[in-house]
């Protein structure tokens, strides 16, 4: 059976810079995985290469077995990944539902089933009774769960978050990781990018671990936590933190 | 044969670093300020006409007319962006458009009040006389312009790059919010950019104006102009405005001779399109909107 | 830009649009001959107005030669009808298909490498000045000297687009409903949602499938379709057209300043906005005229824009709706200014 994703030997070049250094790895159709690392450790451009805003510099990434590396970033949401974005980029104008309805024109154009399917994603992620609100009155633990609905409106099979626990306080973290565990179990594939390392020990069920661009260790987050060169770079210094 | 090439040649040069000038100073506005000088037609109409005055009323010669017009627009410019531009510069473009056509239909209205629509003429003796280099005759008003241009430009490099306030302009034109955060006086260099800006437009007027009879309708006229060059240079920068300018000189020389002198902005124009085709940020352009 | 949320248009919106047509429509039939004239004038550069403000307050992109498509559009119309005696209702087809062809073009030839904001803007008169010195050159379409319409004779025809004053007044303010309509419609559409959203946040919108690069070329070239009509119907009001008049830098000014002092985006603004700019404009002139100053009109018209600018930063139809919920609603302009400041 093919994998949901697979790179293969991806790197990332900024000018001398060597952000993402011959990462390889496989996503399977469900659960939640963590892509895990300090800051500068190449996450989020990783994450940029998955969703087609940069193209690798070498390597190829594939979806569902095809190539998607190089696609531009609307080609691949329409294949199926979704993403959010670490700094939440709601579109002010709008109320809430209308900024989840974009996600779900990317599948229809009927504006009743674009916004049926918002308010499913709204209800998915809790925000349901909000979804005539404006942007401007929502809180920060909302605004992330409004990336992620926009997100899921467009029907993905693989959903991309990047660090949408930063910032949040635990209580708020735990409802976020209980939304996800939920999704999950609908069936979503589910790549996070966090650097809160007790969040991601809860949550998911696989980590990557990135170091200086390349992936240092992979596996449960019990492996994960007794992995020594992850310890001694990293995980010491966090869990301490 | 050979002669009327160099001539043209000649001609379209001199008229380049004039158009160079006009259009260095649009582009020293935007590098810094990243706002377009809609008005700038109506400044260089502004010099044209203090060109004008100086000759016609006083007998004031064409190059001391051009520095104080200069001076003159320098003022101008540097109260219009204290008063006026510096609130908008943050505002989208469509709002700065607007206000600076208000400005350049302000300036255009008080010139035509105070000297009626008809186009005044120059009076200087030098758009009649010319001086023989080798083979090649170049008129002497456009000679007189072209070196007087050209030392504005080295002026004005010179300054930019060697004087403690040319750097300040320099680094704000780089990086607005790190000049802010280093403490630049960003008030006094916006101010002083668009001073710069509205001299070099209001110079250059005064210095062609006995090739131009002074007319308040020529405003769109230069604006377009000035346009033209700085696209085709890339908007933002120096030696883009003089390639720019150089090269609407040229083809606005050659158009004359080898088509009709009416053709001549039809050419400019047909060169800008190819220039966005192929280059649309134009020879220099800078990366960011 | 503007912070609108008019999601649905209410039915008292609708009424209110309605009886606003219904009383423009009995000045038709009692007003001077000046005014009517005026009026005519006002609602085909509000008709032009709207298609200019789809494309900056949907689709984010600024034009500042949109009497490039005016021209095309009156052009078409004036030399199909006077060349080939065919009716203005093919011009207006054919200026449509040509204007939204150019407008593509221009679109993908700037979007391909990225090019936006005032890059784009200052491409779109470039292009507009270069066919205006194209067309004063170019015998066939009369250069220079322009192309007459035969002057009006026999009864008004709607199918030859030909009539009197009167007739054009309602033709214009049929179309400044057709307008009115079509940005309502637009904006309830998926195009009016994507186009906002890729308007806001390109990057972020092509996070979500929105295929931007596409639908700005689809932005650009509907505009310029929606302009061209505008053209035609121009040409035919003034019963000519010459390159300086109809693609010139003046048209395109005319044609924004009436959205952006209205209040950009909003199905109201252009209407409102150009019902003051152009009369003033006129009224201006008036008075220079009279004063024989000629050069007042320009101070003053020039000194109204800059004040309109200043003190309106989101135009007359905004600044009377938050007026008017400050009188009827205290709660809720409290919360439009609270957003006021934020932004």
């Known amino acids: 059976m093919t994998d949901l994703l697979e790179l293969d030997g991806v790197s990332r070049r900024f000018g001398g810079l060597l952000a993402v250094d011959n990462v390889s790895f496989r996503l399977k159709g469900e659960g939640i995985t963590a892509l895990v690392g300090p800051n500068g450790a190449g996450k989020t451009t990783c994450f940029n290469l998955i969703a087609g805003a940069l193209p690798p510099t070498q390597g190829s990434i594939r979806f569902g077995g095809e190539i998607i590396s190089g696609f531009p970033a609307e080609d691949i949401c329409r294949l199926g990944i979704g993403r959010t974005f670490q700094v939440v980029r709601p579109m002010r104008d709008m109320t809430v539902l209308e900024n989840v309805m974009i996600g779900a024109f990317s599948w229809t154009r009927k504006v009743s089933e674009a916004r049926d399917a918002a308010r499913e994603a709204l209800d998915m992620v809790g925000l349901g009774p909000k979804a005539e609100a404006g942007i401007s009155r929502l809180t920060l633990p909302d605004r992330k769960m409004l990336e992620t609905a926009k997100a899921l409106s467009t029907r993905p099979r693989l959903l991309l978050l990047d660090e949408v626990m930063a910032g949040l306080r635990p209580p708020e973290a735990a409802a976020v990781v209980a939304v996800l565990r939920r999704l999950a179990e609908r069936g979503l594939s589910i790549l996070l990018v966090e650097h809160v390392m007790r969040i991601v020990m809860e949550a998911a069920e696989h980590v990557i671990v990135l170091h200086h661009g390349a992936k240092i260790a992979e596996g449960t987050p019990r492996y994960i936590v007794s992995h020594p060169e992850v310890v001694a770079g990293y995980l010491g210094e966090a869990f301490r933190a | ?289 | 830009m503007q912070k609108k949320r008019d999601a649905l248009p209410d039915r008292g919106a609708v009424l209110g649009c309605l009886a606003a047509f219904a009383v423009l429509a009995m000045l038709g039939g009692v007003l001077n001959p000046y005014l009517i004239s005026l009026l005519t004038i006002v609602f085909l550069f509000t008709f032009i107005g709207q298609s200019w403000s789809i494309m900056l307050g949907l689709g984010g992109q600024l034009s500042i030669g949109h009497a490039l498509f005016v021209g095309i559009g009156a052009y078409s119309v004036a030399v199909l009808n006077i060349r080939y005696g065919l009716s203005p209702w093919f011009g207006l087809v054919v200026g449509m298909a040509l204007a939204a062809t150019i407008g593509a073009t221009l679109a993908w030839l700037s979007f391909r490498f990225e090019v936006r904001g005032i890059y784009f803007a200052l491409l779109t008169i470039a292009a507009a000045e270069f066919s205006r010195v194209v067309f004063s050159g170019w015998e066939f379409v009369g250069g220079m000297q322009g192309l007459f319409f035969p002057a009006q004779s026999g009864p008004n025809s709607f199918w030859m687009l030909r009539g009197d004053a009167r007739f054009y007044y309602f033709v214009s303010l049929a179309a400044v409903l057709l307008g009115v309509s079509a940005t309502a419609l637009i904006r309830l559409s998926f195009l009016g949602y994507v186009w906002r959203a890729m308007r806001d946040d390109e990057d972020a919108s092509r996070a979500l499938g929105v295929r931007t690069f596409l639908h700005k070329i689809l932005v650009v070239s509907f505009s310029g379709a929606w302009a061209a009509i505008g053209g035609g119907l121009l040409a035919l009001v003034q019963g000519s057209v010459f390159p300086d008049s109809i693609m010139g830098m003046g048209i395109s000014v005319d044609i924004l300043v009436g959205p952006i002092v209205g209040g950009l985006g909003t199905a109201f603004g252009p209407l409102i906005g150009t019902l003051i700019t152009l009369p003033l404009d006129h009224l201006a002139s008036a008075i220079g005229n009279k004063f024989g100053i000629p050069g007042l009109n320009n101070v003053g018209y020039g000194l109204a824009l800059i004040a309109a600018v200043w003190l309106l930063p989101d135009g007359i139809w905004p600044a009377i709706v938050n007026s008017a919920k400050s009188i009827t609603r205290l709660s809720w302009f409290g919360n439009l200014q609270m957003e006021q400041v934020k932004k």
Not at chain 2, 88 to 93: E, K, N, Q
Not at chain 2, 202 to 217: K, M, T, V, Y
Not at chain 2, 226 to 246: E, K, N, Q, Y
Not at chain 2, 254 to 268: G, I, M, N, Q, R
């Open chain 2, 1 to 289: 044969m050979l002669t009327l090439w160099g001539n043209v040649l000649a001609s379209g040069i001199l008229m380049g670093l004039v158009y160079g000038i006009i259009a260095l100073g649009l582009t020293i506005i935007f590098g810094v300020i990243r706002i377009v000088n809609f008005a700038h037609g109506a400044m260089v109409v502004f010099g044209l006409y203090v060109g004008y005055c100086a000759g016609a009323w006083w007998g004031i010669p064409t190059i001391v007319a051009a520095v104080g017009a200069g001076a003159l627009l320098f003022v101008f410019g540097y109260g219009l962006e204290t008063l006026v531009v510096k609130r908008f510069v943050t505002r989208p473009h469509h709002i700065q458009f607007i206000l600076f056509i208000g400005i350049s239909l302000v300036l255009s209205g008080a010139q035509l009040i105070a000297f009626g629509p008809d186009p005044r003429p120059s009076v200087s003796h030098l758009s009649f006389e010319t001086i023989a280099v080798g083979p090649i005759r170049l008129d002497l008003a456009r000679l007189q312009a072209a070196t007087v241009a050209a030392v504005m430009i080295l002026a004005l490099a010179g300054f930019l790059k060697y004087s403690t306030f040319g750097r300040f302009i320099r680094a704000a034109a780089d990086n607005r919010l790190g000049g802010l955060m280093v403490g630049l006086p960003i008030p006094k260099i916006y101010a002083t950019t668009f001073g710069i800006g509205a001299a070099c437009a209001g110079g250059a007027g005064a210095l062609i104006s006995p090739l131009f009879d002074a007319q308040p309708f020529l405003a769109v006229d230069f604006t377009l102009l000035a346009f033209v060059t700085v696209i085709v240079g890339g908007l933002g920068s120096f030696v883009g405005a003089l390639v720019g300018g150089l090269t609407i000189g040229l083809t606005e020389a050659f158009a004359a001779l080898l088509f009709a002198p009416s053709l001549k902005s039809a050419l400019s124009y047909g060169l800008l399109m190819i220039v966005l085709i192929v280059r649309p940020r134009g020879f220099f352009g800078a990366k960011e909107t």
